[in-house]
């Protein structure tokens, strides 16, 4: 069962730009989590948000959820290239399935250009 | 250092040859799991585990085994590998999911022939 899917699949910009992504899930959610994966390699953890958060900040990152439309993005502000890597949304099971269980989206692929 | 650590990093083997893959965090955490990840497909939960003699299916569980007689490994157990489980594999741990960040493995990318 696929509860977070992020679009777009794929972005691309210059160094300097800002990247949103965006995340959407399917059941109700206790949390949701952002995580970034350079190639190949195991996922690091970015920001968490609470259901009962709209808004979220840690340096030049910025998530927002709406629960409402079952939905997260993830803002990237004056990106790097270093910022070059793939980006996944994680949530909860929910009710239906399981608080404990986790689900993570298909990703996006961030390519930033110098 | 915090960390999970898992082995083997790499594994080509054969069709029905019975390997395990371990996983050990030094987090003392409570929360363990293992993931597989194929291109396009995110990554899709095997098999979770709450505590040590709990365990849980997670979207992927068949043709997976695990585990959790100690707090500090995990291991999965592929008891007759098909070429479908070709994939990459991580493990992770956390204080408990979703309301703490999890920590990963560095991953072990499987090839069965």
């Known amino acids: 069962s696929q509860q977070g899917e992020e679009d777009p699949q794929a972005l691309s910009i210059q160094e300097g730009e800002n990247a949103t992504m965006n995340c959407s899930y399917k059941?109700?959610?206790?949390?949701l989590q952002w995580y970034r994966q350079n190639s190949g390699r195991g996922l690091v953890h970015l920001i968490l948000?609470?259901?009962?958060?709209r808004e979220k900040h840690s340096g030049r990152l910025r998530v927002t959820l709406d629960t409402s439309k079952k939905s997260s993005s993830l803002l990237i502000t004056a990106s790097r290239a270093a910022d070059t890597a793939s980006y996944f949304c994680?949530?909860?099971?929910?009710?239906?399935?399981?608080?404990?269980?986790?689900?993570f989206g298909p990703g996006t692929s961030l390519s930033v250009i110098p | 250092e915090a960390q999970v650590t898992q082995n083997p990093r790499y594994l080509i083997t054969v069709t029905g040859k019975k390997l395990t893959v371990t996983c050990s965090q030094n987090?003392?955490?409570?929360?363990m799991s293992w993931y597989r990840q194929d291109p396009g497909l995110g990554l899709r939960q095997i098999y979770y585990?709450?505590?040590?003699?709990?365990?849980d299916k997670g979207d992927v569980p068949e043709g997976y085994k695990v585990s959790r007689k100690e707090k500090r490994n995990f291991p999965l157990i592929l008891e007759s590998p098909s070429p479908n489980q070709t994939s990459l594999y991580f493990c992770a741990s956390s204080l408990r999911p979703l309301y703490n960040e999890q920590f990963f493995g560095p991953g072990t990318r499987l090839t069965v022939l």
């Open positions: 585990s709450m505590n040590v003699e709990v365990t």
């Open positions: 994680a949530t909860d099971g929910g009710a239906k399935t399981s608080y404990d269980k986790v689900i």
């Open positions: 059941t109700s959610i206790n949390n």
């Open positions: 948000i609470r259901s009962n958060e």
């Open positions: 987090m003392n955490h409570e929360y």
